[in-house]
């Protein structure tokens, strides 16, 4: 590993501009830097020649990084000379600050990404707001930043793209107030619990970390984790007259104990993401003084790269499942969490301050938190029979439906949504538990087919109002019939379909999404003979269900049904045929019954009735 000196060269800034152009020329034909180390101007900056030292526990050799498509200098006329040369070689071309007045029109005409060079102070809503929203979510235009809280530190940002870190710093580690999550092989996680036996300051400040992420409460000059603290002041910073700071900043002590502060330029990383709410707010919006500022700490120290939160944000498990494993894929952690956060909320989270891996790694998928909708759907119909009156308090369902909405509930929920679990595994554990319900309730209603349960339709319905469309379809005893919806007027009240025939009556009821049934049989039967019955079924999605057949509790005692009910596994749009022979006792009284032919799926219970007549044997 290369010494610090090997590395950088500590500079005044009336040695800069030569140093600048020796170091450049130094390049080799391949483009690679030579033996001139990168000059860095730390005169009257002793923090910045701390971390010249400190950078060498990170990186080993020089490195001349892949240029980015567009560049633009901010403020470029009051930069020391050299500073602008020293950027130079970080962009393929450079285009003047007059160009970015049109965002829209500068992104039309200048795909790819776009380097934005210069002091914080320039860093204002104006022109970066237009350009970070523009670039968010877009396939063509990126956006990163370099900066620092003066050109020394500037400098000593652009100085940091032109080393590489040693292959030995490999530590990735994420400290979160916030959550506790899951523990992934190869990242040192350290969550509340850890915060009260482990000595975090020292966890932070003695490792080598390749990448490391705070996370947790605070404003834009800490993030809290317990008693420790992240802190943004830096004390060889000036202060500056009239601005807003914190506690310290009028000398009172600060609101955490001091012996357990971690001041930020001094944490050995690579990369530091600072995942808590403003802690890399636009200069004009900043809250307080510079000297404080989580950003400008961080960039005053060794990392290269620096993640910090434009504005507000709900990072949470997901994000934090995300960052760890793009940090072991090798992923960008401002693509990673943006596009985790990208269903919570319309603009992008977080910012890079620092070049972007050369390694191109596929773009993460941007998330709008869509959870599975059978979830939905089963969370929909939890809501209703267990919010509304229609099954009894002491319903023997009761306590399962309740067991399964409070897992509906957390697979819903953001923070828990295919972070502990992946989308096949909460699949699989809810269909799990459906098949279980499923099957308790086909049980259930052909025991008692008077069950609570089964009047859903006149529940549902009774609190609902017409939906005006009405729509033709064929009754299975052959005859015209009209299907229409009930919508239900209180959110724990289902809609509900049903099916009328003029000859046959109210035929048919479901739930939206439920499967379709009709029954089909001749129209009479003969004394102690047997009724041969086709229930057709055309499932709403693929999977199993669950069918039986009851008749009116004055005929049960004449009648034997075979099978008792049935299990089938359905494919969405193929419809399905399921038979059931009814068999009467000789003495049963010759007149007109009615069977009913009920499926059971999803906590969804459909029914058809068919009318017939048994005949004196």
């Known amino acids: 590993m290369k010494s610090a000196d090997q590395l950088f060269r500590p500079v005044n800034f009336t040695q800069l501009p030569s140093a600048v152009k020796e170091f450049l020329e130094s390049a080799e034909a391949d483009g690679a830097p030579g033996p001139v180390a990168v000059p860095v101007p730390v005169e009257g900056r002793d923090d910045l020649a701390q971390s010249v030292e400190l950078a060498a526990r990170l990186y080993t050799a020089l490195d001349r990084p892949r240029p980015l498509d567009h560049g633009v200098l901010l403020g470029a006329e009051q930069l020391p000379d ?47 707001r237009s350009l970070l929203l523009a670039t968010y979510r877009s396939r063509t235009h990126a956006l990163t930043l370099l900066s620092g809280r003066d050109a020394a530190s500037l400098a000593w940002s652009i100085a940091k793209q032109y080393v590489r870190p040693d292959a030995g710093v490999d530590g990735v580690g994420l400290f979160t107030d916030t959550d506790r999550p899951p523990h992934l092989p190869g990242i040192q996680v350290f969550d509340d619990r850890d915060f009260e036996r482990v000595d975090i300051q020292s966890a932070i400040l003695a490792g080598r970390w390749r990448k490391v992420a705070f996370q947790g409460h605070g404003k834009d000059d800490s993030v809290n984790l317990g008693e420790f603290t992240i802190c943004g002041l830096n004390p060889a910073a000036p202060a500056r007259p009239g601005l807003l700071g914190p506690r310290c900043a009028y000398g009172l002590p600060c609101y955490k104990p001091e012996d357990k502060l971690v001041p930020l330029h001094r944490v050995p990383a690579v990369e530091v993401v600072l995942s808590a709410c403003n802690s890399g707010p636009l200069a004009d919006l900043a809250l307080y003084d510079p000297k404080y500022q989580l950003l400008l700490n961080a960039l005053d120290g060794p990392a290269r790269t620096v993640v910090a939160a434009v504005s507000v944000h709900d990072s949470d498990r997901p994000e934090n499942v995300a960052w760890m494993r793009s940090a072991l894929a090798g992923g960008d952690t401002v693509d990673t969490l943006n596009a985790s956060l990208a269903g919570s909320h319309p603009y992008p989270a977080f910012l890079r301050f620092g070049l972007p891996d050369s390694t191109p790694t596929a773009q993460p998928v941007f998330a709008d938190h869509r959870p599975d909708p059978l979830l939905l759907t089963v969370g929909r119909r939890l809501t209703a029979l267990l919010g509304s009156e229609l099954l009894p308090h002491n319903h023997a369902l009761r306590p399962r439906l309740t067991k399964l909405a409070r897992k509906v509930d957390l697979w819903v929920a953001r923070p828990t949504h295919l972070a502990d679990q992946s989308a096949d595994e909460v699949r699989a554990s809810l269909t799990a538990d459906l098949q279980s319900l499923d099957h308790v309730i086909a049980g259930q209603v052909t025991a008692n087919p008077e069950d609570e349960l089964m009047n859903y339709p006149a529940h549902f319905g009774d609190r609902s109002s017409l939906d005006p469309e009405v729509r033709e379809v064929t009754c299975h005893c052959g005859r015209p019939a009209q299907e229409f919806t009930r919508r239900g007027l209180l959110p724990n009240v289902l809609d509900t379909v049903c099916a009328v025939c003029m000859r046959c009556g109210d035929v048919t009821f479901r739930l939206p999404e439920a499967p379709a049934l009709l029954a089909y049989s001749a129209d009479e039967v003969r004394q102690g003979g047997v009724l041969e019955v086709r229930a057709s079924l055309s499932p709403a999605r693929s999977g199993p269900v669950r069918l039986g057949l009851f ?43 009615y069977f009913t032919v009920f499926a059971v799926q999803d906590l969804a219970v459909s029914t058809a009735r068919r009318h017939f007549g048994v005949l004196p044997g």
Request: aromatic residues 8%; negative net charge.
């Open 82 to 128: 050299g500073v602008a040369d020293l950027s130079r070689p970080l962009a393929r071309e450079w285009l003047t600050e007059e160009q970015l007045a049109d965002a829209p029109a500068f992104l039309r005409d200048h795909h790819g990404a776009l380097l934005l060079v210069g002091c914080y102070d320039r860093l204002t809503l104006d022109p970066v």
């Open 551 to 593: 008749v009116p509790g004055y005929l049960r005692e004449d009648t034997t049904v075979e099978p008792e009910w049935a299990k089938v596994r359905a494919v969405a749009g193929q419809p399905q045929d399921v038979h059931f022979r009814v068999h009467f006792a000789p003495a049963t009284a010759p007149q007109a019954y």
